[in-house]
């Protein structure tokens, strides 16, 4: 049975796994892993773990611009299976391309549902949080993402050209 946790050191190891099956240089949504980030050693791996933790903590200081982020891991056992990001608000460039909500799974866990069944308990998060609405973005041509969100009352507002590719955004009233 699949959980979300918090980022986690004691899965480093899985979490490397997961990493290396999306292949050197392809992007994971929802793990909040920016290019400059080394996560190989477990210095590195614990430095990044401790930034994601600090983005979530309400007590703790935020950069100039940053946006306040709940990082959650799709987990079963010791595995990692994807990642879901929950933007506590919107900048200009979360507007425009990525949304309040970002999720990724490993290619070898996907079509099981997971990216569904972790938008929602995301989705309850974000009530918790007193959002009333939600922006949840996909690439244009990413059906399964587009059916996720639809499956969760995403209405469509619009397909933008961006620096990024053409993006589906979506809002889902909470």
């Known amino acids: 049975m699949p959980e979300l946790i918090a980022p986690t050191v004691r899965l480093h190891a899985a979490w490397l796994k997961a990493h290396a099956e999306?292949?050197?240089?392809?992007?994971?949504?929802g793990f909040g892993l920016r290019p400059s980030d080394e996560v190989r050693s477990p210095d590195e791996f614990a430095a990044w773990v401790g930034r994601l933790t600090d983005e979530s903590d309400p007590a703790k200081p935020l950069a100039a611009g940053q946006v306040r982020c709940t990082y959650r891991w799709i987990v079963e056992g010791d595995e990692v299976l994807g990642g879901i990001a929950l933007r506590h608000g919107l900048d200009d460039?979360?507007?425009?391309?990525?949304?309040?909500?970002?999720?990724g799974i490993r290619p070898f866990s996907r079509r099981r549902g997971l990216a569904t069944w972790a938008l929602g308990r995301m989705l309850d998060e974000a009530r918790a949080l007193g959002l009333?609405?939600?922006l949840v973005t996909c690439a244009v041509d990413n059906v399964a993402s587009a059916r996720t969100i639809e499956h969760h009352g995403g209405v469509l507002e619009d397909i933008r050209d961006t620096e990024h590719g053409a993006v589906r955004r979506y809002w889902i009233k909470l």
């Not at 460039?93 to 999720?103: C, D, E, K, S, T």
């Open 22 to 29: 999306w292949g050197p240089g392809l992007h994971e949504d």
């Open 132 to 134: 009333d609405q939600v």
């Open 93 to 103: 460039y979360l507007l425009r391309v990525a949304g309040h909500i970002g999720y």
